[in-house]
């Protein structure tokens, strides 16, 4: 193994590469939801009937494992570009760690909020 993959595996298993991925990975699946969101809101266009028809069809409970998802994935990302901005902003004092940790925190506590929303 070259000096070069050693160092690319070192890298790899650093807690900031992986906040990095899991923002990425997090940003990526919320543009992907982008369009079924402005299907949904299109559907509203077409008048009552057809919106409620769509309603119908989101009540079931595939749908609702989606929003828990959209919920994750929102607080992962919010939380990766908080992250970020304190990192930029803010001073290098070695805290990064701990701001990855609470970012996963938060959003695992989020996520888990709207779990148990979607329960009563």
Known sequence: MTAVRRTEARAHAHPAWWAFLVHRLSGLGLALFLPLHFWALGEALH????????????DHALFKFGEWGLVVLLSLHMMGGV???????????GLRKN???AAAG???????????SLLS
């Not at 695992?108 to 779990?115: D, I, R, S």
């Open 99 to 101: 701001w990855i940790a």
């Open 83 to 93: 992250r970020l901005l304190l990192i930029e902003f803010g001073s290098a004092s």
């Open 47 to 58: 008048g009552a009937a057809a919106l409620d028809g769509f309603l119908r069809f989101a």
């Open 106 to 116: 938060f959003a695992m506590a989020t996520g888990l909020a709207f779990a148990l």
